[in-house]
């Protein structure tokens, strides 16, 4: 259930981009295990933070994930039920309307964890570095 979830919000993030003269980002391996141990450590630990206590932040877990960023953004949101509630949400707060409609990002990593204390959604984008 939880890559239909990724999918959708993939797909709706892509329409608010297009819908707004961006290019489309596309799902990476890399970035979706930084949303992921995002996702999964506020889940496991009970937190809405966008990073991780005692650990490195995100831009050091995209580098140690192996993507080579020149900049990047995370998006999270707790409770939503589906990704059109996590999508329309982030789109109704401007850091994460800007962070989504940024057009220099080309890729992005989407993740959901429904553990019963959530939903806990993340959204790392970057674009990659020399």
């Known amino acids: 259930m939880t890559e239909?979830?990724?999918?959708?919000v993939l797909a709706l993030t892509n329409d608010e981009r297009r819908k707004?003269?961006?290019?489309?980002?596309?799902?990476?391996?890399?970035?979706?295990?930084?949303?992921?141990?995002?996702a999964d450590d506020m889940a496991a630990r009970n937190y809405y933070g966008h990073n991780i206590?005692?650990?490195a932040d995100t831009g050091a877990r995209i580098t140690s994930a192996g993507y080579i960023w020149s900049h990047?953004?995370?998006s999270i949101y707790k409770g939503p039920k589906d990704a059109e509630a996590?999508?329309?949400g982030w789109m109704n707060t401007a850091e994460n309307r800007a962070t989504i409609l940024n057009c220099s990002f080309r890729h992005v990593g989407t993740s959901v964890n429904l553990?019963?204390?959530g939903p806990w959604w993340t959204q790392v984008f970057a674009s990659p570095g020399d």
Do not use: F, I, Y
Request: with cysteine; glycine share 2%.
């Open 4 to 8: 239909r979830l990724v999918q959708k």
């Open 20 to 38: 707004h003269g961006c290019a489309p980002v596309s799902e990476d391996p890399r970035l979706h295990a930084a949303a992921k141990a995002q």
């Open 53 to 55: 206590p005692d650990q």
């Open 72 to 74: 990047w953004s995370q």
């Open 86 to 88: 996590a999508m329309e």
């Open 115 to 117: 553990a019963s204390t």
